[in-house]
């Protein structure tokens, strides 16, 4: 395992240690006591680490049921269904949050839409915890069908072209350096 992921591992490890059991954080992860303190005071129902799954219909599902579509492993989730809110975060141990990708949260938001019919609305957190850099995002109920059916699309998208082995080049914040697709092969390359 790269040293990075490893950290990454025991940033996880440990704050899902403190929100289940309240085990205090290491002394070399209490500088993000704050984070995890504000996941701590979220009134309503907590997931940590909780597996969820959704079918292609949007409707909720086991993580290995036969028919599931997509499946999600939410880092905290808590569930406000009295006030129809809930809140999902996203620890990153990473050192930059450039790169950032929301669609995580946008998944886990229609994950949640499906399994707490009460909830209208989801406050999603990326937490890039050494550099303290949030994102964050708000979904709302009123989206699930036109999200839903985004996804649908980018998915089906992805099974066709691994069907037909024909990948077409698409612009990242990947492009340089990390691709290893030669200029001369793909318009995005520099």
Same mark, same amino acid.
């Given at each position: ?12 490890? /440990? ?8 085990t205090?954080?290491?002394? #070399?992860?209490?500088k993000? %006591? ?8 979220l009134?309503? #129902?907590?997931?940590?680490?909780a ?6 219909e ?8 036969? +028919?599931?579509?997509w499946?999600?492993?939410? +880092?905290?989730?808590?569930?406000? #269904?009295?006030?129809?809110? /809930? ?13 950032a @990708?929301?669609? %995580? ?26 550099? @303290? %850099?949030?994102? @964050? ?18 998915? +089906? ?26 200029? #001369? ?6």
């Amino acid at each position: 395992m790269h040293a990075s992921n490893a950290y990454g591992d025991a940033v996880h490890k /440990a704050i899902e240690a403190y929100l289940k059991f309240n085990t205090p954080l290491p002394e #070399e992860f209490k500088k993000f %006591q704050k984070w995890v303190d504000v996941a701590a005071s979220l009134p309503g #129902e907590r997931l940590i680490e909780a597996k969820m799954g959704l079918t292609k219909e949007g409707k909720i599902c086991g993580f290995f049921d036969k +028919d599931v579509w997509w499946r999600g492993l939410p +880092d905290f989730v808590a569930v406000n #269904e009295a006030k129809g809110i /809930a809140r999902i975060i996203d620890w990153k141990a990473g050192k930059s949050s450039k790169y950032a @990708d929301t669609d %995580q949260l946008e998944l886990l938001a229609l994950a949640v839409f499906a399994k707490y019919p009460k909830v209208n609305k989801v406050k999603g957190l990326l937490a890039f915890l050494v550099v @303290d %850099q949030p994102i @964050d995002r708000t979904y709302y109920r009123k989206d699930f069908a036109v999200t839903l059916s985004k996804w649908i699309g980018r998915i +089906d998208a992805i099974r066709a072209a691994e069907e037909h082995d024909v990948w077409n080049p698409t612009a990242s914040g990947l492009c340089n350096p990390w691709c290893p697709v030669k200029p #001369e092969h793909c318009e995005f390359k520099e």
